[in-house]
């Protein structure tokens, strides 16, 4: 029995020992670590060793090793009581309450062709355009339009009342023909010489101050009928029948609105790049998502000393007459050729008080996710819903177009495309 025993413990320790070293070389995966299996190896050794001694030397080493067992067993409760078990439950509750990786849209910086444009606000004017007032005082005797209406060349608008002017005229042609009468009797006379010469001078004097009289009072007859100078639309009416007006007074407005201007400022450090007959787009608070296209037409002559803008006019079409005089129009003009632009959506640009950044998605270090890298960039021009970036981003960097509000240096993301903002249908103005 005690041979087999001996027997037993040592193939347990020799088995035990070889299942280490071979786990420890990692040669094969062991169920436990290697240095369980050690510990069973040493176990097994003293065993043999204490069979081996003789009886009386056995019981010292018997308690040795209790007292080392239960030294042994207290340390290691004391140890976990105290080491390792709080950094177990700090672990535990950091994995519990460790953040979740960030759910972030995305979108590449890509290339785009974008022509030079400068970009401005205007304010549209008739092609022509004045006030209807009358030259001389009266009485309005006829109105013949109303406010709104579209009305051609020479068509008439107001009668100032004449009745005193045509007096004058039928006494001034009176007068013209009695003149007239006058002057060939005398040059019937002056041919017999029955005359002196003089005679007949003075009758053709009395005869043009006679016709000049009628034609004084024909032209204020004239001046008293008030005539569209121009084809175009009326605005409001300010006269009513019998109301006296005086000279100069607003009566109405009449404008030609096909085609029409709009004048507009530029920086005199863009004349370089302007000239008559580029392209001009421009849009309208009164018609939002329509553009309308024409053409600059000319420049001024002089740069303002107080603003050093020049002042820019542009020529549009306007058949159906959408456009006003007086609007508030933007104003976009061609200024070039299309050029190669790296360009990212408007809402991945993170602006603030120290300079406008982006955050760029890019694999995280340890392999495993993403993570978001702030970089600092520089602006270019706007168009749309996209903006260019001049410096900061290269082509195809995966800047977070949504969630940035929750995201800091290094953090964790996920990108979900499903979060991203869908564009207005309008950009609005800054």
């Not at 004084?216 to 007006?245: E, M, S």
């Not at 406008?356 to 978001?372: E, K, M, T, Y």
Request: charged share 15%; aromatic share 6%.
């Amino acid at each position: 029995m005690k041979r087999a025993t001996t027997w037993v413990l040592t193939v347990a320790a020799i088995m035990a020992l070889a299942v280490a070293a071979a786990a420890n070389q990692a040669q094969f995966h062991a169920p436990a670590v290697p240095g369980l299996f050690l510990a069973i190896a040493i176990v097994c050794a003293l065993l043999l060793i204490l069979r081996a001694l003789p009886l009386g030397a056995r019981r010292p080493v018997v308690f040795l090793l209790a007292l080392v067992a239960i030294v042994a067993v207290v340390g290691g409760l004391t140890y976990f009581q105290f080491a390792l078990k709080p950094t177990i439950v700090k672990n535990a509750i950091s994995a519990a309450f460790a953040p979740k990786p960030t759910a972030v849209a995305v979108e590449e910086a890509k290339v785009e062709q974008w022509p030079p444009q400068l970009s401005a606000i205007g304010s549209l004017r008739a092609f022509q355009g004045i006030v209807v007032a009358p030259q001389v005082a009266g009485v309005v005797s006829a109105i013949h339009f109303q406010s709104g209406d579209d009305v051609a060349a020479g068509a008439p608008l107001v009668d100032l009342d004449t009745s005193v002017e045509a007096a004058d005229l039928a006494n001034g042609l009176a007068q013209l023909k009695n003149a007239n009468v006058t002057l060939e009797r005398g040059r019937a006379l002056i041919a017999n010489g029955n005359t002196p010469q003089s005679t007949v001078d003075a009758a053709l004097a009395a005869r043009d101050s006679a016709a000049a009289s009628v034609e004084h009072t024909q032209a204020v007859i004239a001046q008293k009928t008030l005539k569209a100078p121009f084809a175009g639309r009326l605005g409001l009416r300010n006269v009513d029948l019998g109301q006296y007006v005086a000279a100069g007074a607003s009566l109405t407005t009449l404008q030609q609105l096909d085609p029409i201007y709009v004048d507009f400022s530029a920086p005199e450090g863009e004349l370089a790049t302007l000239a008559v007959g580029q392209t001009t787009t421009l849009s309208v608070d009164a018609q939002p998502g329509v553009v309308f296209t024409g053409k600059v037409t000319a420049i001024d002559a002089r740069v303002s000393s107080e603003s050093r803008n020049v002042i820019v006019r542009a020529e549009f079409d306007n058949g159906d007459h959408k456009l006003l005089p007086g609007m508030f129009a933007n104003v976009t003009v061609s200024t070039g050729a299309p050029a190669d632009v790296l360009t990212v959506p408007r809402t991945a640009v993170v602006y603030g008080l120290y300079g406008d950044s982006a955050f760029v998605v890019i694999p995280a270090p340890s392999g495993d996710g993403f993570v978001v890298d702030r970089r600092p960039i520089r602006l270019g021009a706007t168009r749309g819903e996209r903006i260019a970036i001049v410096d900061g981003l290269k082509v195809g960097d995966k800047v977070v177009t949504a969630g940035q509000v929750k995201l800091q240096p290094k953090s964790s993301v996920v990108i979900d495309q499903g979060g991203a903002l869908s564009p207005p249908a309008e950009t609005p103005r800054p």
